[in-house]
């Protein structure tokens, strides 16, 4: 079983940044892809970012521009860096690993981490 650890959720101001971070327990090169998804109160969990291991990135439309996804192999951790934050963005944000197998995908998931924005 992979495990996914979140952190760098809080309470920031419209404008403000954040920075979240997830920490896998193996290597995130042995993932198809990995990535960030979001759940608003009352709304269906939907895709923030998401990085492929060549570098190429999918990014939700209500967040290109202002979120950023990278990641750290030594460490092996994927950040999401958000800038100019807005009260929509409010929600539980969670850390997605994809695994391809000889069965197909395998998706694992982090515990999530809440991120508000609210003056």
């Known amino acids: 079983q992979v495990q996914l650890v979140e952190s760098g959720g809080g309470l920031v101001q419209p404008g403000g940044s954040l920075r979240l971070s997830c920490v896998v327990d193996?290597?995130?090169?042995?993932?198809?892809?990995m990535g960030w998804h979001r759940q608003a109160p009352g709304k269906l969990r939907e895709l923030v970012l998401e990085i492929y291991t060549d570098g190429r990135t999918t990014a939700g439309d209500s967040v290109k521009g202002r979120f950023t996804i990278s990641r750290d192999s030594a460490k092996n951790t994927m950040y999401l860096e958000m800038n100019n934050l807005k009260p929509e963005d409010t929600g539980v944000y969670y850390c997605?690993?994809?695994?391809?197998?000889?069965?197909?995908?395998?998706?694992?998931w982090g515990q999530g981490t809440q991120v508000t924005v609210s003056s």
């Open positions: 193996r290597s995130i090169f042995t993932f198809h892809h």
């Open positions: 997605n690993a994809r695994e391809l197998t000889r069965f197909g995908y395998r998706d694992y």
